[in-house]
């Protein structure tokens, strides 16, 4: 008997598979909601909530709750949740605990004064379906939109700088998980709302998150907590940023050292002078020397083997931070490879403790002086000369045909006066990035002037010496120079840090980060690239071997010829 294919069967056909469709929706659906979450996941997740909520609900922004002791109870709750809906019903119950949130007329006025600056600005998380149910995201988004304005418990405006306040310290020791999950979320937020250069790291922010829980899970003792935090604080890929561990520096670096000064040169280091100890042994060193394996690595791989818990903002920032580790040691001696008189060496040498290392006085250097006879031409030690001292020097140094700043240090706040008696006019020579205290991890631009009009500005070559020491207030000093008419600037690329700094403490460790973005008047980024010289010369081994300052003969040869 042959099967007919009624118009009836049709429909019913059709009504079969339209209820398995909705029977495989509804289970995948299920599944998908229920769906299993892994501990790195589920602490994520928190991390970002705790603190969106800690800078951005009201109730929680001005104060009103122990904020870490709360975090600490969602730790422990988070070893009950299993899966994606258990983890939103703890969030959804958490957000209705802090009271209501009134609706914010004037968080959805945008300011038609401020140009913002976005590229650290991302709250898309908030809709990550992996981790937050539709209902989640849709009370976060509410608190976004009608998010904390005006005064915030945890952190205060002076000018237009941030500082962090009213942060618990539980002291620099491990003593439990929560603690240290607690310290890498607090640190981590602070990056992601308030650091100007967040979108310039070599790891995406929230990758460090993922990255850093399971370390900070596993730590065991006060050694592997320091180390682990300044794992942490080397991700923010900043050379204003350091970690203070005692722990680090007694074990790690060493409390004993070869009583030598050097100079990095060409991936090397040239001894330049042998300092006296109080134990009267041979020196098995001698000035001159080139030292370029130490106890059997490289020196590119002792900056790199360092550098993973020292930040810089760029490979020659991590050389300059690491480069005076190189002969600490807590063993009585180190195993060097040398250059000596075109011969290579093998060496053991002995190490000492610093209390019988014997510091010499350090030279008298002149703030200023005139380099050749005739008073041509100027030299300004930039690190040295005062406020104070800029009327006497430039009096002295305005006649001749050219000065050299040498800004190759730190500078003693003398960019605004120095401006005026150096530049013909008023000019725009620096663009900074402000944090919005009313909408976190916006930043908004203004540009910055700087000089006055003045027909009796310096007539001669401004010729500015810049390396990887010049950093942070030097390179806005060597910005300053740069709207000189007739500047040039000379050496290597500098440290790649500006922007004033924010002070503050993890684990009750000092440490910061920069905390104001700086560029060109033009947006072009300085920070991680530096100021880059016209006129590029390095130190050599056999210009330090000759006591040669290279970078300065170089701006003498540049007065003389012209380029």
């Known amino acids: ?44 997740s928190l991390c970002k909530v705790w603190g969106f909520l800690k800078y951005y609900h009201p109730h929680v922004a001005k104060g009103d709750f122990d904020w870490d002791r709360q975090l600490i109870q969602k730790i422990d709750e ?67 939109n009608n998010r904390n304005l005006g005064s915030n418990h945890y ?21 439990s998980k929560q603690t240290s999950l607690l310290e890498l979320f607090r640190y981590w937020n602070l990056v992601e709302y308030f650091f100007p250069y967040k979108y310039q790291t070599d790891q995406n922010w929230n990758d460090v998150l993922k990255e850093m829980i399971p370390k900070f899970t596993e730590i065991a ?36 050292k070869v009583p030598v000064e050097y100079i ?35 020196i590119p791989q002792m900056v790199n083997s360092l550098g993973k818990y020292i930040p810089a903002s760029n490979s020659w920032g991590k050389i300059n931070k690491v480069k005076n580790l190189f002969l600490f040691s807590n063993n009585d001696s180190i195993a060097l490879k040398i250059e000596r008189d075109g011969q290579n060496l ?47 020097m430039y ?35 620096y663009q900074f990035n402000f944090p919005e205290t009313d909408y976190l991890s916006k930043f908004y631009s203004a540009k910055n002037s700087i000089g006055r009009k003045n027909p009796d500005y310096y007539k001669g070559n401004v010729v500015v010496l810049v390396d990887e020491n010049t950093q942070s207030q030097a390179e806005t000093t060597t910005i300053m120079f740069k709207q000189h008419p007739k500047a040039k600037v000379i050496g290597s690329n500098t ?31 300085t920070q991680r690239i530096g100021i880059i010289p016209d006129i590029v010369i390095k130190p050599t081994v056999k210009g330090v071997q000759k006591g040669k300052d290279e970078v300065l003969e170089r701006a003498l040869d540049y007065i003389k010829t012209g380029f």
């Open 346 to 392: 093998s060496m053991t040498v002995p190490t000492y403790l610093l209390k019988d290392i014997i510091p010499e006085k350090p030279s008298v250097r002149k703030k200023w002086e005139f380099l050749d006879s005739d008073h041509k031409i100027g030299y300004v030690n930039m690190g040295i000369i005062e406020r104070s001292d800029l009327d006497d």
């Open 78 to 144: 988070l070893d009950q949740i299993d899966d994606k809906v258990q983890l939103n019903e703890l969030y959804s119950k958490w957000i209705s605990s802090l009271g209501k949130v009134d609706d914010c007329k004037k968080c959805l006025i945008p300011s038609r004064e401020k140009v913002y600056f976005l590229r650290n600005f991302d709250l898309t998380w908030i809709n990550d379906r992996r981790l937050f149910d539709e209902k989640v995201s849709r009370e976060l988004l509410f608190i976004q």
């Open 264 to 298: 990095y040169a060409e991936g090397k280091l040239v001894v330049t002078k042998i300092i006296h100890h109080k134990l009267n042994e041979e020196r098995a060193l001698k000035t001159g020397d080139v030292i370029y394996d130490i106890n059997g690595r490289t």
């Open 221 to 256: 003792n006060d050694e592997d907590y320091h180390l682990t935090l300044a794992e942490l604080v080397t991700k923010v890929d900043d050379s204003h940023a350091f970690l203070y561990s005692p722990i680090i520096n007694t074990y790690q670096h060493g409390r004993r």
């Open 495 to 525: 440290s790649g840090a500006n922007g004033d700094i924010i002070r503050f403490k993890i684990a009750d460790l000092d440490t910061c980060f920069t905390g104001l973005g700086a560029y060109y008047p033009d947006g072009r980024e």
């Open 1 to 44: 008997m042959g099967f007919t294919f009624t118009f009836d069967r049709f429909n019913q056909l059709v009504s079969l598979m339209k209820s398995l469709f909705i029977i495989i929706l509804s289970f995948l659906s299920f599944n998908f909601s229920a769906q299993a979450l892994s501990e790195t996941q589920k602490l994520e």
């Open 395 to 429: 009096k002295d140094l305005k006649s001749t045909t050219s000065i050299i700043f040498d800004l190759r240090n730190y500078p003693k706040l003398t960019i605004f006066p120095l401006s005026k008696m150096i530049l013909p006019e008023k000019s725009i020579y």
């Open 155 to 175: 952190f205060g405006i002076g000018g237009k700088k941030v500082y962090f306040k009213n942060e618990n310290s539980y002291g620099s020791k491990f003593t």
